[in-house]
């Protein structure tokens, strides 16, 4: 089956709520976008904020707090907002390449008996308590009784203790003021049962992940859960059983091969344009899910824009599927910074989004527009 980049790109506007459909719990947003990015925690409430028809709380907050979110080390080692449901299936595909397990990684953080021993320790100290990163880490090293551990432990990226939040060990609690807390899945979740193993949780990982950024290509799916880190071996067979079973078809947009829901055909090809603007925010599961190197959302010209030092990803200003610039705010209000060669974008439109992003974040309501 044959699609145009347009239909495709529309499909997935109104599959990434920026359509704006009404009554759409926090649940339901996250679900939909395989997670939202949480390194930045106004980023991620802005996320779900954005997706919905009305400025207002986005959610995420009482989420967390009924448990129905979780927060936690997941697609790409950073941090996300999962649902309590499909997080063990998206921890399950991180942990299955063990990379921790590699030499290079051991050489740099911790030796596997070093994360055994860690791992060990977690599973003991964990369960039914909340403790901030430096409680956690004192408790660690009494019990291992390894002082080397003192400076990987208490780093603030948390390399090492990624992997245990992969194995199903470690997640986020609520936070202490301004300090970050940990707890175990396994008490903090109620139904919590643990990890599946990894051909079980790509049944339900990858048609989720089409069902959002589709049609794809096993690469794509690949570099947005773990920067291309997966067994080739395993994704062949996950989306090679998946084709055989049904549930995927095999479909071509604009002369390129890639993997589609096989639900979803009808809809790719009766799609219709999204209508107006969108400005979303830093870390956008829009431009995350596909990847800034995707060229037909994002001109490889302008990528330095959009991914920037340190991981930094822009906020951006989509138009007909496509960023066709980015944005920030300012003390005079929204600032646009638009790209020539993504054609005219209606100004009418733009000053209602950034009226509509305005009153979400809080900010004057004044509009700057530039063009390069």
Request: aromatic share 6%.
């Amino acid at each position: 089956m044959r699609f145009s980049l347009g239909q495709v790109l529309s499909w997935r506007m109104r599959r990434q709520f920026l359509d704006r459909p009404a009554e759409t719990p926090a649940e339901t947003i996250v679900e939909r976008l395989c997670g939202v990015q949480a390194q930045v925690a106004s980023a991620a409430e802005l996320a779900v904020a954005v997706r919905r028809p009305a400025p207002g709380d986005s959610g995420t907050d009482p989420a967390l707090e009924r448990r129905s979110l979780i927060k936690v080390w997941a697609m790409r080692g950073t941090l996300h907002l999962l649902t309590a449901e499909d997080a063990p299936a998206y921890l399950s595909l991180m942990a299955a390449p063990r990379t921790w397990e590699k030499p290079s990684w051991q050489k740099t953080f911790a030796t596997t008996a070093q994360m055994t021993a860690i791992a060990e320790a977690i599973r003991e100290i964990l369960p039914g308590r909340t403790l901030t990163r430096e409680q956690l880490t004192a408790e660690i090293l009494e019990r291992t009784g390894d002082d080397a551990l003192t400076g990987p432990l208490g780093s603030g990226w948390g390399t090492v203790l990624k992997p245990l939040a992969w194995q199903g060990y470690l997640c986020h609690g609520p936070s202490d003021r301004n300090r970050v807390t940990f707890t175990s899945p396994g008490t903090w979740i109620d139904g919590w049962t643990g990890l599946p193993e990894p051909d079980e949780a790509a049944v339900r990982v990858i048609p989720a992940y089409l069902g959002a950024f589709g049609p794809a290509t096993t690469e794509s799916f690949d570099q947005w859960l773990i920067r291309g880190m997966s067994k080739k071996a395993s994704l062949r067979k996950w989306f090679t059983g998946l084709t055989r079973s049904g549930v995927l078809t095999e479909v071509e947009v604009d002369g390129r091969s890639a993997y589609a829901r096989t639900a979803d055909l009808d809809d790719i090809a009766a799609a219709e344009p999204v209508p107006g603007v969108r400005l979303l925010p830093a870390f956008d599961q829009f431009v995350l899910g596909p990847g800034t190197r995707e060229e037909h959302i994002i001109d490889p010209e302008r990528r330095p824009l959009i991914s920037k030092a340190a991981g930094w990803i822009s906020p951006v200003v989509v138009a007909a599927g496509r960023v066709a610039g980015t944005w920030e705010q300012t003390d005079s209000g929204i600032t646009v910074q638009l790209f020539a060669e993504a054609g005219p974008v209606p100004g009418d439109d733009l000053a209602a989004e950034a009226a509509h992003v305005a009153a979400i974040i809080g900010c004057r309501p004044g509009l700057t527009v530039t063009t390069v």
